[in-house]
């Protein structure tokens, strides 16, 4: 149906473009953004170590997940690394400052994740690029599962290895 694939490219645009824009921020230092220096400087703060690759992995995921999600492309691949890297945003930087986005709260990024998991599970539409080439193993049941399974199972590990003890350097002689 026309209304329904409308609707499903309204949500993949505004939250592929929303997460683009975030990691074009990162990786670029466009509209205010921290760009890659300081970017890592806050994953190091945050506890993410090696740092630098972290930075990369998360802005270069939001960057291109988000545009690829936007348009379509290898969709559930897309929504699930997004889904799993709302996890890691929300639990590393928003959790502990409630609900409301005014306090820094889970708010904004929930909405997103709740956008990628949705079209996750729903499927592109047909006025996606997925949709046009006729992907059919991407409408699977199983396949959308699976992905939701993965992002969220990458989301929680991500986590968890950010707050890890550190390892003490062996004293030097």
Sequence with gaps: MLETDLGLLIIRLVVGLT?????????FGVWGG???????????????????YWAMASAWVELGAGIALAAGILTPFAAA???GHSIVIILKVHWQKG????KGGIEFPLVLLGGAAGILLVGPGGLSFDGLVHIGLFNEAWVKLLGLVVGVAAGVG???????????SPPTQ
């Design 158 to 168: 991500i986590y968890l290895y950010s707050v890890r003890p550190a390892v003490a």
């Design 99 to 102: 609900f409301w986005n005014s």
């Design 19 to 27: 997460f683009a824009a975030h990691g074009a921020q990162k990786v």
């Design 81 to 83: 690394a997004l889904a």
């Design 34 to 52: 921290p760009g890659m220096v300081g970017w890592t400087g806050a994953m190091e703060h945050m506890g993410f170590r090696p740092a630098r």
